[in-house]
């Protein structure tokens, strides 16, 4: 029956939006990514192709200059590493740049959260114009998906991670969430099969079965 059962949102996010300790804030630009080798040989082969892949590079800009921008309208002067390096996961690896930035005292951790979120990785950019469009044409609720998850104390010390390769769970159903960030030269069914890979965590994890009739809605 509707309402019968708690729901539970949960997941395994590779992506740090914001980390606040002291005054001193560092980010995870998070975009670009590759599946991991069955050998070593194979691994550094994906992990070398990725960083030199054009499209990846590109994509992977468009989230750090929504980054520093957002930074830059709160007078906040990030230092920002010259070069993505690997995030390497046990299925997955993306490319990751470390941004770092001293708090301004009047500025609060909630003032920069508003201001960092939705990135361009999962809010698409220019940010407007983006969100107008996933608002006409993105086909159904993300509910929690992506969106900030994590903890402030009294200090204003906190931090907040990015809510994506994640589930809504209710009884015995489970609805799972993941993306891709999708650029002028993105090739379909490489987007598709790297949500697929995104996935396969959570459903190995959740020792899921897919659903025969259609998902009902929560």
Known sequence: QEGAFPQVFLGATPERLLSVWQGRVQIDALAGSAARGATPVQDRQLAEELLRSPKDRREHQWVVRSIREALSRLGMDPCISPQPRLLRLANIQHLQTLIEAELPADVHLFDLLAQLH???????????????????????????????????????????VVGIRSALIRGNWARLYAGAGIVADSNPEQELAEIRLKLRSLVQALALRPAAPPLPSF
């Open 118 to 160: 939705p990135t361009a990785a999962v809010g698409g950019y220019p940010q407007q114009a983006a969100l107008q469009w996933l608002e006409r044409l993105e086909p159904f609720d993300r509910s929690s998906y992506a969106a900030p998850l994590g903890w402030v104390d009294l200090q204003g010390n906190g931090e907040f």
